[in-house]
């Protein structure tokens, strides 16, 4: 019960930092009540290339590596969240996340995930335009063709 209790306070502190604009206390419950944390070691695959796109993955600690043949690699460190495109243009996944460092990995079924989202509309909002006017700000600075290709 302890070690459950911690990892629940572990969580929410998680969520609380991950976020653009903190969730609120139930927003948080609700997410929290639905995550389910895995440690990976290097070589484990969270997800393949052509498998359905079930999950969003959430990197607490380490490291994991999203692979296509053909591609360049793409790293992905704390704080990153997998899976979720893939999920929300309900298509199988690009590409494979494989776990290059020790990492600590939440999932949470992305149908649950988005039926909080959708639940909480105002703080899903407020958490869109923080991270939209965060990527807008310095792109804006940028040439356009480094923007838009």
């Known amino acids: 019960m302890a070690h459950e ?3 629940r306070v572990e969580h929410e502190l998680f969520l609380r930092s991950f976020f653009p604009v903190p969730p609120p206390e139930r927003v948080a419950r ?3 009540a639905r995550m389910v944390t895995a440690e990976m070691r290097p070589g484990d695959v969270l997800f393949r290339r052509g498998e359905p796109s079930t999950n969003v993955y959430m990197v607490i ?4 590596l999203m692979e296509a043949p053909g591609e360049e690699p793409w790293h992905f460190g704390p704080r990153s969240m997998l899976g979720v495109a893939d999920a929300t243009l309900e298509r199988d996944h690009l590409r494979t996340a494989r776990v290059i ?3 600590q990995v939440v999932s949470i079924d992305f149908d649950e995930y ?3 989202l959708e639940d909480n509309f105002h703080f899903t909002m407020s958490s869109l335009v923080r991270a939209v006017t965060t990527i807008h700000e310095p792109a804006s600075q940028l040439p356009r063709h480094l923007v838009f290709g």
């Not at 600690?61 to 994991?64: L, R, T, W």
């Open 5 to 7: 209790s911690s990892l």
């Open 30 to 32: 609700q997410l929290v």
């Open 61 to 64: 600690d380490g490291e994991v």
């Open 101 to 103: 460092h020790r990492s």
């Open 114 to 116: 988005r039926s909080v």
